[in-house]
């Protein structure tokens, strides 16, 4: 025997035994990999936002009497996640004070029509079946909720 056969079996060795620790490490984190993606569903890798949200469905009503102030105003709030479906006018322009009307209990929607609009007043008239959930009533206060750009 050389001298040089002892350092080369043990630097085999050495080696052989690094290789299995990476191949049990791999074959571990594989098993890992697979029992998590049985617990974890896509929705959880998705992105969250407004822009994740459905459509909110409103009708907007002219309060104050403004000259086509709804249908400015529906322009506005199109690059929103709000659907307009209907444009209208209050029977008298007495609102002094925009508010938004909820048709249903959706808690949930009023809020996030709250914070896209900048409304923050609201009441509820419910309905069995309303033509949408909610009508925005516009007031001579409008010019608050539409922001220039």
């Known amino acids: 025997m050389s001298l040089t056969d002892k350092p080369t079996s043990k630097t085999l060795h050495s080696k052989s035994r690094w290789w299995f620790i990476g ?23 998705k992105p969250s936002g407004e822009d994740q949200m459905p459509a909110i469905k409103v ?5 104050c009497g403004y000259e086509d102030l709804a249908s400015t105003y529906a ?44 409304i923050q007043r609201h009441t509820m008239a419910l309905m069995d ?11 001579r206060d409008y010019q608050e909720f539409i922001k220039k750009k």
Request: proline share 5%; glycine share 4%; charged share 25%.
């Open 23 to 45: 191949v049990i490490t791999v074959l571990i984190l594989a098993v890992v990999f697979i029992l998590l993606r049985d617990y974890l569903s896509e929705e959880d890798f």
């Open 59 to 63: 009708i907007v009503s002219n309060g």
């Open 75 to 118: 322009q506005y709030i199109g690059t929103k996640n709000i659907e307009v479906i209907k444009l209208s006018d209050t029977p008298k322009p007495i609102y002094d004070k925009s508010i938004i009307v909820a048709r249903t209990q959706d808690e949930e929607d009023l809020k996030r029509l709250q914070a896209m609009t900048g």
């Open 129 to 139: 079946d309303p033509e949408a959930p909610f009508t925005i009533i516009l007031g």
